[in-house]
């Protein structure tokens, strides 16, 4: 059975619900992206709530239908640019609408399969065509106690508009690597060994 959010009137909450529903399926589901801070807003003042609500379960169905359909389940796609720096890179499809990635530049010091350092090179980047718009606020990394991975996360906010609602939300996007030898190979978030 589903329990739709509601706030303390009992009231249907766009924002809350969006949320709740596509966290629950990503974390449920091994998707590495997290949702947060939804703005949803109607385009003019003459959508109802009811139909407002509607468009929000809708959008929320879709993007569970997209993220099944498109198997986007630990699929970092490294670049190696230069000797000892990489592009992380996630598909956006979920939640950006359409076909592109997130990615973001950084330097690591690997020796003998052991991270020493990482530094992000710039902000996050979008690539591809996509419905939404991508507007980065901050990236960060973190390398295992074990020093044999890194990751990558990349924050920022998607923009787009859907069924008469501008719809606004902060999304994470995660990249993992391991260290082999002297360079970083691919990896995925479920090998993080913290």
Request: negative net charge; proline residues 3%.
């Amino acid at each position: 059975m589903t329990v739709f959010a509601a706030d303390t009137n009992g009231e249907f909450n766009a924002e809350k619900y969006a949320a709740e529903e596509l966290n629950t399926w990503a974390e449920e589901n091994g998707i590495g992206v997290r949702f947060e801070n939804f703005h949803i807003t109607p385009i003019n003042d003459n959508i109802s709530d009811a139909e407002i609500e509607a468009s929000v379960r809708s959008y929320v169905e879709m993007m569970k239908t997209a993220m099944d359909s498109m198997s986007i389940r630990v699929t970092p796609l490294p670049t190696t640019r230069a000797t000892g720096t990489y592009t992380a890179s996630v598909e956006s499809m979920i939640p950006a609408i359409g076909w592109g990635y997130i990615k973001q530049d950084f330097k690591a010091t690997v020796s003998s399969s052991k991270i020493s350092s990482v530094s992000l090179v710039g902000s996050s980047y979008d690539t591809g065509f996509t419905l939404g718009s991508w507007e980065p606020n901050y990236s960060w990394s973190e390398i295992s106690s074990n020093k044999q991975f890194c990751q990558i996360h990349m924050k920022g906010t998607i923009n787009y508009l859907w069924e008469g609602l501008n719809i606004s939300k902060d999304c994470t996007f995660l990249d993992t690597f391991k260290a082999s030898g002297s360079t970083l190979v691919d990896s995925t978030y479920l090998d993080w060994p913290d």
